[in-house]
């Protein structure tokens, strides 16, 4: 027997039966055995299971290195796969699944996540426990010996795109469908990602001499990587959700991309932060941290890093924003408007905001409106050059405006 050396951060691995005194791990690559290894076990003092604990940090253990061979000359027995079934375990021993604490669904399960908030009102908990299928989502009742104590309840027909995107908060669940980035609460279901849809914004050529004649945000540098939208980005591989409890906020984040998707709870509102490439998030609630590819800071606390309140340092330099709304219609499509006034509301210094206000008779040629009370447009967009330091902030922008009638006398 060949004797091998493995290094791990930290491992632990049981096993529900302690007269187990083997576990062999086999890794294959497409049915063929690359490696594996054999692990003592040794029955748990307390617990009835068996396990092996191969060291925290630095610390190594060894394992005998089996041989190569084929993945078929191990099934011996054959494997029962129940991707519908779900098995609750009693609250004394986690080991033990009792018949009563059995699901069966229609289709697969994908993912479950605890619900927080009632149904209806007067029955806080009745159906706590959310489980996602291939053909929707459902829950069911939990007894007070923690068994499940109904058949499963459809609550929507909508079906989660990615297991990873389960991501339940304190008041709603939330996951990615194919109409975007849903909430449950209680038996209620939102699409929070409406405003999302379509592509990224990037720059067109034609506004970026504009926007730097203007001298107020410098130059506008061309993105070599464009940026993905906001359905692609969620629906690709790997896409993950964690909520942030401090700051009130969900982090989308793919290790594919160096930048990420944030949703405020507390503002309903979307923005685009770029922290690198995340890889992963730890179980630390109520923290929110993130593992990164960077050596240096190998995790990051967004809870800190995204709450300005938490920021020490306030007079850092001001960060340079360009913002180009979407064309807007004053809720009168078809009808001439002249726009008589443009305030910028929010909190920042004087003179660290400036706009650019541009009309349109079709929303695909714009013009710079140089002069207020001029000549009238049926849409219009504004573009927001600011420097704002980080305890400053943009908050909206009220527009007064006269409508031109063609029924009266002029």
Known sequence: EIIDVLSTPYAWISHPDPNCTKVTIRIYNQNILVSGYELPMKPHPFLPCSYAFLGIGEKVFVANKIGEGNIDDYNDKPIVRQPNKVAISSSANPF????????????????????????????????????????????????????FGSAPTLVTRDVCSSPSTICPTKDAVFFMSKRGLLAISGSQVANISEYM???????????????????FVGLVEEDDDPIESFANYMHRYGTKVVYDYEGERLVCFNNAFDYQYVYCLKTQTWHRAQYGRLHMALNAYPRCMVVTQDSDNPTMPFHSILDISLTKDLTLTPKKILTVTRP????????????????????????AVKFILQGSQDGINFHTISTLRGQSWKLFRIILLANLALNERISWVDVMYESRFTNRLR
Not at 98 to 124: H, I, N, R, W
Not at 198 to 211: D, K, R, S, T
Not at 332 to 343: C, G, H, N, S
């Open 96 to 147: 033990a699944f009792a018949l009563s604490g059995k699901l069966t669904f229609g289709e697969d399960v994908y993912g479950f996540a605890v619900a927080t908030e009632p149904m209806s009102v007067g029955q806080f908990g009745q159906y706590p426990i959310y489980f996602f299928c291939k053909d929707g989502v459902w829950t069911t009742t939990i007894t007070l010996d923690g068994n």
């Open 328 to 351: 807007f219609d004053l809720q009168e499509p078809d009808v001439l408007k002249t726009i008589t006034d443009v305030r910028v509301r929010g909190n920042f210094a004087k003179g």
């Open 197 to 215: 849809n379509g592509g990224a914004y990037n720059v067109p050529e034609h506004l970026i001499p504009l926007i730097e004649s203007a001298n």
